[in-house]
Nanobody, 121 residues
Framework: QVQLVESGGGLVQAGGSLRLSCAAS????TAWFRQAPGKEREFVTA????????YYADSVKGRFTMSRDNAKNTVYLQMNSLKPEDTAVYYC??????????????????WGQGTQVTVSS
C-alpha cells in the first residue's frame, strides 16, 4: 500500500516561492496535480523514479521544478514566480504503472490528502 503525505503549502504573495514535499515510498514515478475551487483537477508535473524523466504542464514550465531524493523517499515541487492562478489544493500522486510519467489522472491510483497553496495578488 502506497502512502503519500504532502506538506509545505501556505499563503504567499504573487511573485513569491514555495516548496512542497511529498513523502512517497516505493520505486515508482510520482506526479503533482492541483485543483482550484470550481475547477477540475489538473496535471502539474511528473518525475520518474530515477529522476531522469520529467514532464511539466505548459502553465508551469520555467517556474516550477520537480525533484526527488530517493534516500529520503521524498519528492519536491519548487514553485517560483507564483501567480494568483496557481492557487489550488496540490496533490501528490503515484501511478498504477510505476514507469508512467504523464498527465492522465486516470493512470494514478494513489493520492495524498492535498496541501493548500494560496497566492495573493
Amino acid at each position: 500500500q502506497v502512502q503519500l503525505v504532502e506538506s509545505g503549502g501556505g499563503l504567499v504573495q504573487a511573485g513569491g516561492s514555495l516548496r512542497l514535499s511529498c513523502a512517497a515510498s516505493g520505486r515508482t514515478a510520482t506526479a503533482w496535480f492541483r485543483q482550484a475551487p470550481g475547477k477540475e483537477r489538473e496535471f502539474v508535473t511528473a518525475i520518474s523514479w530515477s529522476g531522469g524523466s520529467k514532464y511539466y504542464a505548459d502553465s508551469v514550465k520555467g517556474r516550477f521544478t520537480m525533484s526527488r531524493d530517493n534516500a529520503k523517499n521524498t519528492v519536491y515541487l519548487q514553485m517560483n514566480s507564483l501567480k494568483p492562478e496557481d492557487t489550488a489544493v496540490y496533490y501528490c500522486a503515484v501511478p498504477n504503472h510505476s514507469d508512467y510519467v504523464g498527465s492522465s489522472s486516470s493512470r494514478y491510483d494513489y493520492w495524498g490528502q492535498g496541501t493548500q497553496v494560496t497566492v495573493s495578488s
